[in-house]
């Protein structure tokens, strides 16, 4: 099988936050930018809310904590009923991708007819009127960037996907010194996310050269960072390099998209509860050595900027990831996870059923494939 060279073939669009302020300390750049609105709606949780003085905004400021991580609808539609009864004309998302899925939500509906689930797919906001800023404190999500929110449904524990470009973010925030406080583990599993936005769009079957650029970018931050972002958190230079990684990981979503990563890890998150990057940073080693045979070139580029030698066929792609993965802390057996071996030819179903993301794999993924390597994860 050969790698695509080149192509421009299938066009995309790519959106960004219309202003991005970026460095050390660029938290306190907000307040200015907002002096123009009167009303703040913060979404935040516990560890994140002792930033919002750090902004200091001068109107009126309503800060919303008790948000849950990986939040379902009810605990959405607490937010909307708060954010209803203070009418706010700015929204601010201080927080993780939990957080700031949160927020996209609130300033498309706070105000609207709709609900949640007359928005879940593509395109069905009907618009925005109030002024939305984004304020990432982990990276790993890169959802500043982007046009996604995640929403878990309470009946079946699946993610149910927003997208619209009326949630793109006006402006968004990138201080590293507000993800020093994020624990080893988290920043290692969400780490580990961001690198996989960045890897599966570059493996991509829809993988595009402006966005292999970007992906590129991020693996290399990862590659130089991540492993000092979890030794030393408050490594001030590494915990830079990992949230413009995310950032670039985030720009990947928008017009590629994840692929059979995301599809594996997605039942780990429903059935065993898994943190979204704990489920992907498990996943990650399997499915990038599954896909080396079909995109050998790229799976090169990746382990060189990882820092890895390893032979170019599956096992020895998979031994090298799976021990990179491994040293950053993750546990990587999903028997200790809670996983039996009964449960995984549900696990397979579910994870083959999302077709959105595994017909984007370079290398067809089938069931018994998926199962196999749930069988190898176990
Ligand atoms: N919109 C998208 O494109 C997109 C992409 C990937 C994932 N997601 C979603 O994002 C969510 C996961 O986001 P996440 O991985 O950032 O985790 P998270 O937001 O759930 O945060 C993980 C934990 O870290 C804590 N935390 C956050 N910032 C901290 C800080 N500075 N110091 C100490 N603790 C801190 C949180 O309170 C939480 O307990 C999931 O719901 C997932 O589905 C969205
Ligand atoms: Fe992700």
């Not at 948000?67 to 009864?85: G, K, Q, S």
């Not at 997208?163 to 201080?175: K, N, R």
């Not at 020093?180 to 595009?208: M, Q, R, W």
Request: proline share 6%; hydrophobic share 50%; glycine share 8%.
């Amino acid at each position: 099988m050969s790698e695509p060279v080149l192509s421009m073939a299938r066009p995309i669009t790519l959106l960004q936050p219309a202003r991005l302020e970026i460095g050390a300390g660029a938290v306190t750049r907000l307040a200015e930018w907002a002096a123009a609105y009167q009303r703040a709606f913060v979404v935040a949780m516990a560890p994140t809310v002792g930033f919002v003085d750090r902004i200091g905004l001068t109107g009126a400021v309503e800060t919303f904590i008790d948000l849950p991580p990986e939040p379902d609808l009810p605990a959405v539609e607490a937010v909307l009923a708060a954010a209803r009864a203070f009418k706010p004309d700015l929204v601010i998302g201080l927080g993780g991708g939990s957080v700031m899925d949160v927020a996209k939500l609130v300033a498309v509906l706070w105000d609207s007819e709709q609900s949640v689930p007359d928005v879940v797919g593509v395109g069905k906001v009907q618009g925005r009127r109030t002024a939305l800023a984004q304020v990432p404190t982990t990276s790993g999500t890169g959802s500043e960037a982007g046009i996604r929110s995640l929403v878990t449904n309470p009946a079946t524990l699946a993610k149910m996907a927003v997208e619209s470009q009326f949630m793109l973010a006006d402006i968004a925030i990138l201080d590293p010194e507000l993800t020093y406080s994020v624990p080893a583990a988290v920043t290692a599993a969400t780490g580990v996310d961001a690198l996989a936005h960045c890897v599966e769009a570059f493996t991509n079957i829809k993988a595009h050269p402006l966005i292999d650029g970007y992906a590129t970018l991020g693996i290399e931050l990862v590659g130089r960072y991540l492993a000092r972002a979890v030794k030393d958190g408050t490594d001030t230079e590494a915990r830079a390099g990992m949230m413009l990684a995310s950032y670039y990981g985030g720009v990947c979503l928008g017009p590629v998209n994840t692929a059979g990563g995301h599809a594996l890890a997605y039942p780990l998150g429903t059935r065993l509860k898994l943190p979204h990057g704990l489920a992907n940073a498990i996943i990650f080693p399997h499915v990038l050595a599954f896909n080396a045979t079909a995109r050998p070139e790229k799976t090169a580029t990746i382990m060189a900027a990882l820092g890895l030698s390893a032979g170019a066929d599956e096992t020895s792609v998979r031994a090298a990831a799976h021990g990179y993965c491994r040293d950053l802390g993750v546990e990587m057996s999903l028997s200790r996870h809670g996983a039996k071996a009964e449960d995984l030819p549900l696990f397979a179903e579910e994870a083959f059923a999302i077709k959105r993301l595994i017909d984007n794999n370079p290398r067809p993924l089938e069931l018994a494939d998926i199962q196999a390597i749930f069988t190898s994860a176990l």
